[in-house]
């Protein structure tokens, strides 16, 4: 089994008889983990990752290729649901969200793809600097960070409310 040295395996599910583990290796593996037995439950789906760590979301799995290749990859079986192209180099692990995926790439361009359908670009927005660290979630918003500022990504009314932010 030949995997990637960047993204990182997780944990899928805990059952009682052991965990799925999903892992950027041969492309991308599903593998159960049965006391110190790991068996493959699919093999080489999809796209190879890149540097993102593929996520779970609901019943599918996406994955960042090098490109900016975007592949949705049902959990249960492991066939591909669909497969986008945006642009640029992604270092940054996707975040899903209210049925959204949210891709920043290399150049800080952000990429708001719907998750559900056929991967449909429902927003684009720039952030004019470089973005290498994953999208972070808390305290009602989500985080984005590059070298020289933070972003904080809300609902005005709850910005206000957790910021005392006052609107411009």
């Given at each position: 089994?030949?995997?990637?040295?960047?993204?990182?395996?997780?944990?899928?599910?805990?059952?009682?008889?052991?965990?799925?583990v999903?892992?950027?290796?041969?492309?991308?593996?599903?593998?159960?983990?049965?006391?110190?037995?790991?068996?493959?439950?699919?093999?080489?789906?999809?796209?190879?990752?890149?540097?993102?760590?593929?996520?779970?979301?609901?019943?599918?799995?996406?994955?960042?290729?090098?490109?900016?290749?975007?592949?949705?990859?049902?959990?249960?079986?492991?066939?591909?649901?669909?497969?986008?192209?945006?642009?640029?180099?992604?270092?940054?692990?996707?975040?899903?969200?209210?049925?959204?995926?949210?891709?920043?790439?290399?150049?800080?361009?952000?990429?708001?793809?719907?998750?559900?359908?056929?991967?449909?670009?429902?927003?684009?927005?720039?952030?004019?600097?470089?973005?290498?660290?994953?999208?972070?979630?808390?305290?009602?918003?989500?985080?984005?960070?590059?070298?020289?500022?933070l972003?904080?990504?809300?609902?005005?009314?709850?910005?206000?409310?957790?910021?005392?932010?006052?609107?411009q």
């Amino acid at each position: 089994i030949s995997g990637a040295s960047i993204p990182s395996p997780s944990i899928v599910q805990e059952t009682a008889d052991g965990r799925l583990v999903l892992a950027p290796v041969d492309k991308l593996s599903l593998l159960k983990q049965t006391g110190s037995s790991l068996d493959v439950v699919w093999r080489g789906k999809g796209s190879k990752p890149g540097s993102p760590s593929p996520i779970v979301y609901g019943d599918r799995v996406f994955v960042i290729a090098r490109g900016g290749i975007l592949s949705a990859i049902e959990l249960e079986t492991g066939e591909q649901a669909f497969k986008k192209r945006l642009k640029g180099t992604f270092w940054a692990t996707p975040l899903a969200a209210e049925g959204r995926l949210y891709c920043i790439n290399e150049s800080g361009t952000a990429f708001v793809v719907d998750a559900a359908g056929k991967g449909e670009i429902l927003a684009k927005c720039d952030f004019g600097e470089s973005i290498y660290g994953s999208p972070a979630v808390a305290d009602d918003g989500m985080f984005v960070r590059s070298n020289a500022k933070l972003w904080k990504i809300a609902v005005i009314e709850q910005a206000r409310a957790t910021t005392g932010a006052r609107q411009q």
